[in-house]
């Protein structure tokens, strides 16, 4: 799929193509994912697609146990969370929902990540299929989102993971 072969393209400017998994099975829920990598589900990085009134869309990675949390963000934005429909993410993002990823989207949408992923080593984001994963360090993560840096968004994970 394009939407794959783009999250490809992006990665291998970062050196990172090599890591993206592909499954004959969905990845397009954090637990199939975490089937699919064989891993915790906390550590799938889902991508999360938000309206937004300056630039159309916001993404916020975070991790597989997180859930956003309505005070801190609109503590952090200014507006309550609104997720955008299917139709609206695939337009902004470029990605069907199940394989948004943060990997080759345009230059308007920013990306932020949430403090949720950081207590992993690594973390498994989609990459621009509903049957794909990329294995990433959160440095490699922050650089190959062209992320505009971490925030504090989430609540319902535990650091203790």
Not at 100 to 119: E, G, H, I, T, W
Not at 131 to 150: I, K, P, Q
């Amino acid at each position: 799929p394009m939407s794959l072969d783009r999250a490809k393209a992006h990665l291998e400017q970062f050196g990172l193509a090599g890591r993206i998994q592909l499954f004959d099975v969905s990845s397009a829920t954090v637990e199939l994912a975490a089937q699919a990598v064989g891993c915790a589900p906390a550590r799938i990085a889902k991508t999360l697609s938000f309206q937004s009134e300056e630039c159309g869309c916001i993404l916020v990675l975070m991790a597989g146990d997180a859930k956003v949390d309505n005070k801190k963000y609109r503590a952090r934005f200014g507006v309550k969370p609104h997720m955008l429909t299917h139709e609206d993410a695939l337009q902004y993002t470029g990605h069907a929902v199940g394989g948004v990823c943060p990997f080759a989207v345009p230059d308007s949408v920013p990306v932020y990540l949430d403090v949720s992923l950081k207590r992993f080593d690594t973390v498994f984001p989609a990459a621009g299929s509903a049957a794909s994963a990329v294995r990433l360090t959160c440095d490699e993560l922050e650089r190959a989102s062209r992320s505009r840096g971490w925030i504090d968004v989430c609540n319902g994970w535990e650091e203790d993971q």
